[in-house]
């Protein structure tokens, strides 16, 4: 599947490995622009108490790996439909960053493309540096080697 999707690439790792801190919220509320605008973004999604508390849930997930975060959020859609086909019904997907599917989210009503959308990783409390670094990922702030993650929930 990561030769289908043109992805850098997908390693199966186990949920518990998956790192979740309050503070992430923090870096949303206080650091993105987007906090607020979209459904997929806090504080729409659940606290981390709650997240820690799905992800128990799950015996292992999918962590995605691309240079480009659009790309991360289309595959993470695709790979969770995927999963679901091949019996993994409780399959879940997180994707990177703000969700982007429409111009903005309105306001008087809920999201218009719930097949689609995703919150992100860091909207659901996760501690993406400090979960991805367990895998030997080196996430320097070179603009030129960006990367980003996506995740999906498997049991």
């Known amino acids: 599947m990561k030769k289908e999707l043109d992805l850098k690439e997908i390693l199966l790792i186990e949920s518990k490995d998956i790192q979740t801190a309050p503070w992430v919220l923090f870096k949303c509320r206080y650091g993105?622009?987007?906090?607020?605008?979209r459904y997929s973004c806090p504080p729409?999604?659940?606290?981390?108490?709650?997240?820690?508390?799905?992800?128990?849930?799950y015996n292992t997930a999918l962590?995605?790996?691309?240079?480009?975060?659009?790309?991360i959020r289309w595959a993470v859609t695709e790979i969770e439909k995927k999963a679901v086909e091949l019996g993994f019904f409780k399959a879940f997907g997180m994707g990177s960053?703000?969700?982007g599917?429409?111009?903005?989210?309105?306001?008087?009503?809920?999201?218009?493309?719930?097949?689609?959308?995703?919150?992100?990783?860091e909207a659901m409390g996760i501690d993406v540096f400090g979960t991805v670094r367990k895998f030997g990922y080196d996430l320097s702030h070179d603009p030129e080697t960006a990367q980003f993650f996506g995740l999906v929930l498997l049991e």
């Open 44 to 57: 729409f999604p659940p606290p981390p108490f709650f997240s820690r508390q799905i992800f128990s849930e």
């Open 101 to 121: 599917l429409c111009e903005e989210c309105p306001d008087d009503r809920p999201c218009v493309k719930t097949e689609e959308a995703r919150p992100s990783m």
């Open 97 to 99: 960053g703000p969700c």
């Open 32 to 37: 993105c622009g987007e906090f607020g605008k």
């Open 63 to 71: 962590l995605i790996h691309d240079h480009a975060s659009w790309k």
